[in-house]
């Protein structure tokens, strides 16, 4: 096999995907991906291309190719959300081209999935993400260095019709909380976390960074799962252990029953041994959030506030059900979730 092509031009993106992979090729669409590679001259990245291209891998239906991309407008997307006046939730879109100069690529394309409406573009993500992973293994990072794109393409016409890039749904159940205990309960934290032993303040430190990723990224179970072990420098067992005192329990079996963390815990035995991903919803990660700020406080040695207990009250709203909890969401809100009833 030799080298494709150059590929720039709509049409060319289209050349990407197989007839194979389409019913209707002119109704349907493919995920595509193009990144960079860098620390070799053009001739070498060619010399490394050849014979590059294949259209399954490892079992999966997955386009590979390298080319050159030539008088590329780089699209990008940017969202931004907030309240109006009357606090409805407003979604400002802003869409964009930047020119980009000729350079040499990789193209990954897959099939993307569509059932009743819904675009399964994490999925096709997934696809190229371990494609990706053996080959940089094997070959290092700078092989894929930048994504340049990471979107929908039509099978057909080759037009870019969706950004890589995508927002969070909004939620009632994301707050903001109003109670002012929780902003006294902020106060409180911060001259125990400075009084902490390095050691002990990095490992906190760490923790909470991951629960920032957690609310930005689509792996929002793993982040959040490390954040929990971080804070209590243990898995499973030792966090059952922790929860068991700041919600004065009398055993870890009334910490899995009560709390469900029994479910949480499996969701991460299973995503760590068997690959299976869990799949929060927004409720189910709100009361983990509220369960780690008793987590966060048992650590600094605060009076708990039990807000995994408040949380899962039939005032709050969120649908637990998930976790083996009350499904407590109302046919109509009223109350914010988060408002949580006083101590």
């Known amino acids: 096999m030799t080298n494709p092509p150059p590929l720039g031009s709509p049409t060319s993106f289209a050349s990407l995907a197989p007839d194979s992979w389409f019913v209707d090729r002119e109704a349907e669409s493919f995920w595509m991906r193009i990144v960079t590679p860098i620390g070799l001259p053009p001739a070498g990245l060619q010399e490394l291309a050849l014979a590059r291209r294949f259209d399954v891998f490892a079992g999966e239906k997955l386009a590979l190719a390298f080319g050159t991309l030539d008088d590329f407008k780089l699209p990008v997307f940017h969202f931004v959300a907030y309240a109006a006046n009357d606090g409805t939730t407003i979604v400002n879109t802003h869409v964009y081209e930047v020119p980009l100069p000729k350079l040499p690529v990789w193209f990954f394309a897959t099939p993307l999935r569509k059932e009743n409406g819904t675009t399964f573009g994490g999925e096709a993500r997934a696809t190229i993400d371990r494609a990706s992973a053996i080959i940089q293994v094997h070959l290092g990072r700078n092989t894929f260095r930048d994504v340049v794109f990471d979107g929908e ?8 019709s969706v950004g890589s890039l995508s927002i969070r749904t909004p939620d009632a159940a994301d707050g903001p909380a109003r109670h002012p205990r929780l902003w006294e309960a902020i ?22 960074e991951f629960v920032e990723r957690a609310s930005r990224d689509n792996e929002e179970f793993f982040y959040l799962w490390t954040a929990y072990e971080l804070l209590c420098n243990g898995k499973a067992n030792t ?18 029953r009560d709390t469900g963390f029994g479910v949480v815990a499996k969701w991460r035995h299973d995503f760590i ?7 929060l919803t927004t409720h189910v990660a709100r009361y983990l959030e509220y369960m780690y700020v008793d987590l966060l406080r048992d650590e600094l040695g605060l009076t708990s506030l039990k807000l995994t ?14 976790i083996g909890l009350k499904n407590h969401r109302p046919a109509k809100r009223t109350e914010l979730p988060g408002d949580l009833p006083a101590q």
């Open 187 to 208: 106060a409180e934290l911060q001259t125990p976390i400075a009084a902490l032993p390095i050691e002990r303040r990095n490992r906190l430190f760490r923790s909470l």
């Open 153 to 160: 393409v039509g099978a057909k016409s080759g037009k870019i």
């Open 239 to 256: 966090i059952r252990s922790r929860l068991m005192r700041a919600l004065d329990f009398k055993s870890v079996d009334q910490v899995d």
């Open 309 to 322: 207990l408040q949380a899962a009250l039939p005032s709050v709203g969120l649908d637990l059900s998930p």
């Open 273 to 279: 041994h068997k690959g299976v991903p869990a799949h």
